[in-house]
């Protein structure tokens, strides 16, 4: 019951036992519910926040349903999307997976577990590593199977670089907004941006997955991440940057650009692949 009538949430997922947990309040806005069941472990969190933690012995249910319990008592509300994973997500994976869907469907989340703050202008798609500590991180991720980064080479404890883009096109090479006295180039519309939190992570790796970009233009045979740093977005915290794939045919990257490796499968642990379910 998410809660039941007398404000109280009760929960049965992947355990033998039904869970009682404190009030929390009506479920009247859009929230984020997480459970993790494990082997002696049953875990809540409600917008990046734990409301319980008891013991556990793992079970499901045969035929299980969503938005109803065995009793048919049902959720009345709006369900947006389940992620269901074949095993336990790490707490750095937890959070980075919180703030996706936070700025996905508008959800506030409490200052210590917000790691991304361009909610407004670039929520599509956020993905991003980061680290609770040695046994919790995430050091591999990839936006929309296009942009992706790995390897960080000095990730530390409460670190995280979470990235999203606008959501424009990269369906076609286009003009506009290029660095001043540059020739020969042409970029895809579509801007990455990048906030760290916590600390720098270091070096990474920058990957992209050419298949999901149009063909090269004639006597095009390079990729450049074009990154923006001059403060025209803003540098409300860390380092935070605006990015673009490009495609050019200068012999050498100048200053404002970067050479990207060319690779068809992000490098590195992935997170579990979910079962969404709308």
């Not at 012999?251 to 499968?265: D, K, N, S």
């Amino acid at each position: 019951h998410y809660p039941w009538t007398d404000g109280t949430l009760y929960d049965e997922f992947g355990t033998t036992s039904r869970k009682n947990n404190l009030a929390i309040g009506p479920l009247n806005q859009t929230r984020i519910y997480t459970v993790r069941s494990t082997a002696g472990s049953w875990v809540n969190i409600l917008d990046c926040v734990q409301i319980s933690s008891t013991g556990n012995t793992v079970s499901f249910q045969s035929s299980p349903k969503l938005g109803a319990n065995a009793a048919l008592n049902y959720f009345d509300g709006t369900i947006s999307e389940v992620f269901l994973f074949n095993q336990a997500l790490n707490n750095a994976q937890r959070i980075i997976i919180e703030n996706y869907l936070s700025s996905k469907y508008n959800v506030t989340l409490p200052a210590a577990g917000d790691k991304y703050l361009f909610d407004s202008g670039h929520p599509h798609e956020v993905a991003g590593i980061g680290r609770v500590d040695g046994s919790n991180l995430h050091n591999s991720a990839m936006s929309g199977a296009t942009l992706g980064i790995s390897t960080p080479s000095d990730l530390g404890d409460n670190e995280y670089l979470l990235f999203g883009h606008d959501n424009a096109s990269i369906s076609a090479w286009v003009t506009g907004e290029l660095p001043s006295g540059f020739s020969n180039i042409q970029r895809v519309a579509r801007e990455w941006r990048f906030d760290q939190t916590g600390g720098s992570v270091g070096t990474v790796t920058v990957d992209i997955d050419p298949t999901k970009f149009p063909t090269l233009p004639s006597a095009y045979n390079t990729y450049y991440l074009l990154v923006d740093g001059d403060g025209a977005h803003g540098k409300e915290r860390g380092d935070n940057l605006a990015a673009t794939q490009a495609a050019s045919r200068r012999p050498a990257p100048a200053p404002e650009a970067t050479p990207l490796r060319r690779a068809g499968v992000q490098p590195g642990p992935r997170l579990p692949q979910p079962v969404p379910q709308r």
